[in-house]
């Protein structure tokens, strides 16, 4: 997908101010469309992404719903059969574990099942985060138990104008669609496109040009990815960085071109690196680039254990930009001193903040 | 009422007065259900249908009688065992066998197979063979004809064996909180699959689970097809002046195995008789012992009925054999809408 | 009760003959449990302790009234909201505080944070963050006390809003079906995180859950311990006689935010004056109250009730503040068992 | 892990009968061990696998379910917090899916998330399948979701020897263990060893070995290679055929082994290929056999798209034998007509057999 111009008229904001005009925007636009969800309605309006829509568009529009994830989730299958657009929110992915069988044996099947006559359009944004000691049952990023499912289309949003433009795009789509938020993501300020600007659900995206490396990140891991990526680039390393987005259906071909180019591959993504996100990438890379690789693609995801509550150990579990810039590093044979000094200049950079918050104005708790 | 467990004070005879042509017209339908089951109990050992099959011999006024009162832009959604709904709501017979046999011209063009029968002209939206999966949907249905303010209601059907789902719960619970129009059919046929309900469920009427989501219920004898269609009725009248939900526990009996086209009485996990006994209520002698003693209909009429229907049997056993298959290169075709 | 839904006629004063040491025991842990939760609310802002707590503030009735009648041997499941419910079951005080502050001396070992709290020796089995996760675990619980025979009786905390999961349906099917020792205690604090009752479930008495089950319920005053302790009693000697489940809702309410360590009525999910009439039926102040009227405690041995818990919970802060982190080199262990 | 010796008195059965055995021991060997599921006591024992154990152990270890999968999974991780190791059926995957929430927050976390102070026991028995015009909602074969979760392990027999010695290993391991049972394998016959002989739950196990390519199978797809592989010893193609056993624990040093040897590698698992296992046996096989991989690997899964009833479809969508061959012949470069011979060779022996049933003694439906 080639980079987006510049809009006329575009805002900067932040990803969470973007999903609420997004939302905003898609239920002015259609009446079929309504958003339900726990807390939808509330006065924190999921971490703010659904704020005034009750006030806007009532009662039978913005839906509060009972703990009962399976039950709304299909009630939200139904709805869609009948011609409704809904929006559902589960805060934390781990909720949505309840809900699989309704995604998994209806949501995604029903189009194909149906030879094509039922619709399924529903929008499913699923909430993941780290930090704060939330500890092992309401941190995971479980993307790839849903990228692995055939009829769904999984996104992952990391800027702004994604958070906008993709959820525009997954409201207008037919089918089901996964969004997988991140809670620090929506702290990212960046330009979002005026209006009503869905973003096709395809394509990763180029973020910086380089021939020395190819980096595949998802999710949060894109800004952790910038940080080292611009970091290297004070030392000559050309990154070619991409934001991978869409998840399902997986379109590498952007990737592949790079990674012939650069011979490279390192994929950072924000889940479980076994049997994850990055395996994908690096299998379907390798198969389109063998002959042009240079080394083998290397991954960095989450170990293979369960998060831990302490800070003094969660801050050894997430990966962070100097553990990216380490391993670039390492696969362009930079000599080890250069390494080194990157490493400590981006570690010293986070010296002053926490590690277990998205932004210094975070309190906690979530 | 061979049932072991406790039936609510309130079970009482919902039937309402029913004029001899709706009452024919529910035996014929009760007739046409029952014979088109038969006929696929007798071609499947051919091996043509491939795909698992779950009969509603002895439980077809369940679905009749509740759909009987259903009107056509009404939906419904149904289970593993849904031929029975399908066609009782109007479902065309012939994508339906079509379907059994995974041919093209099915309903779901031979994707789906006999568990995912459904025909939106009708108001059949989905089947799926999920236990418990089908009644959020049912609820989903609801919701949207409160939004869309379309004058429809939804009907779940359901057996005992999803009762114990959670699913079933959270979306009864929906359901009420929400006013929905929306009525739960809960077809009693004491098992799933080989387990009796004793085994699953403590002792206690069905109907305090309708108590427990503030919604009224309705406990009925599932063979008496004016029964059903009765409490069918004041449900349905109520979902749709806006009362909410309502469940229907509607108490009958499968005759034949659980999956597949065969009696399975030896198999030995019925208690002895049971079958008999239930056999002996069949649904469809009952009301037709009844319109033959008060005149309503000879058998000459009936034999017309078995005649139509049995013709309308065959053409749709024949179109089935003679569809085509779906062509290969269609296999990847429709997976994102 | 200011609780708009329905209440049981049965809900009856559950009260059975306490004598003053035990009411002065029940008193001691009201009390105790507290002052650890005020403690926590005014130590949390200095961000040592880095995960979300769930304070039980108003609650303490239902966790020290149930855990009373419950030996040590028996177990207990809690939920997100858990501190109260370990407390009151005998959990160790220094392993939650450094659990809470992330350290290796942590019940957890600083794994698990506030959610987490489990204490295998005081029969606090699990404490889980996923609303009705708990609840299957607990009767898991009963159910191996079943087979090994053992005696002992589980009881599973969870909150109106854990009545919505369909998992609590199952488990309590589950528990009926096997007539399992095991007693479901449901506080009923009117919300869900800012979500009213109203808007999550229809209008109608919670114990008819129990009815859904054909298990008993009672109904009770949450505020007040010794209702609860009546009724915990009941249900507990019946389990253990081999009778099975029962169901307790405690009508309470929680005073603090839903997570974190303030008050929140400025938000204004809340009716104008519901917190402050609920703050005035305080469990801890009733019985107090109560038992200074029948000078059965006087002040002075208030205050030496008060010192000795401040010390304690000094002590644990003090430890908690003083014990190491886990050291990095053990984050990966412990994977498989 | 090196083969094993044929044990004295080794005998041949049936995998279904093999897993009967094993429950049997295990549940005579040990009081604490217990049987759970839907259909468990019912007159066709879940395909056979738990008849008479109710007759034998009686009610209380025996134990008929509601229909209620995440509830009763929950109570059965209950139970083993107690100390007791139940055995969990559930007939099939898409039934777990409902079961999701309490697998992987409970039962994969409570181990790691209580220092290892908690002890989770349980072995669940998921079975998966194809044929007999299933459909969408009863054929999948899911096991890379329960691959990802760190926690648990997860086991795949194809024969009738690991049907039940890791069934022992799962009974006897102090952790959840998730084994997926192909409803195909339950017909396969083979040599199991006698009585209690429980397996580690580690490594692929090598079925052939060669020098020209190196192929990774799971479950039933190791029956299907075995005879692609046999066909193609005939035209002097050595394959190295390694069973992967485990997915979880994943140990992949005996394949990287073999592919320093072969250069090629071949995976053929029974799932979806995106985001499935040999996504992740191809990335970590690569990452360790780089210098010496000659092409390419390559996977073979199912296609990206719900499986079609109808058996004129579903003959399509499901990889067999003559494919698994051509795959093989075009990744050592064998001549085509050599390819083709042996690929319509492997395809007739099929002619007289319904691709939709697992064995001639089949009647469907299942
Ligand atoms: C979630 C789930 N669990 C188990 C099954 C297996 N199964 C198929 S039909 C059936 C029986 C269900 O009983 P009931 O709801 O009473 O329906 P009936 O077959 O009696 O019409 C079961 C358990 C399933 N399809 N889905
Ligand atoms: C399955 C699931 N859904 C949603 C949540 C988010 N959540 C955390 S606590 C809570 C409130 C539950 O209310 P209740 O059971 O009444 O307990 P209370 O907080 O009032 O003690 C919710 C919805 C969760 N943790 N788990
Ligand atoms: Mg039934
Ligand atoms: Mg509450």
Redesign the pocket.
Known sequence: MPELARAEGARITSAADAIREATELAMAQDECVFVMGEGVTDPKGVFGTTLGLRERFGEDRVLEMPVAENGWTGAAIGAALAGQRPILVHQRVEFTLLAMEQLVNNAAKMHYVSGGKHRVPITIRLIVGRGWGQGPAHSQSLEALFAHVPGLKVVMPACARDAKGLLLGAVADDGPVVIIEHRWVHYAQGEIDPGWAPLPLQGPRKLTSGDDVTVVATSYMTLECQQAVAALADAGVGVELFDLRVLRPLGVEAIVQSVRKTGRLLTVDTGHASYGIGAEVIARTVAGAFDDLRAAPQRIGLPEHPTPSSAALSQHYYPRSPQVAARIAELVGLPAGTRDAIVARLAHSREDQPLDIPHPSFKGPF | MSSPHEMAPRATMMQTVVGPDERLALLTAMIRVRRIEERIAKEYPRGQMRCPV?LSIGQEAAAVGACAVLRRHDKITS???CHAHYLAKGGDLQAMIAELHGRASGCCGGRGGSMHLFDDDAGVVASV?????NVPLGVGLALAAKQRRDGSVAAVF?????LE?GVVHESANLAATLRLPVVFVL?N?L???YTRLEQRQPPRSMSRFADAHGMPAMEIDGNDVLSVRGAMLHAVTRARRGDGPSLLVAHTY?QLE?CGPADDDHLGYRPAGELSRWAARCPIQRLCNEMLEHDEIDESALDTIEATIAREIDEAFVAALAAPFPAAHTIAEAIHA
């Open positions: 779950h289970t593993h065992r063979p999920i236990v418990g999966g359901f057996g005992d064996g999803a789902e077809e046929n098992y799933s699959v499968r659980h």
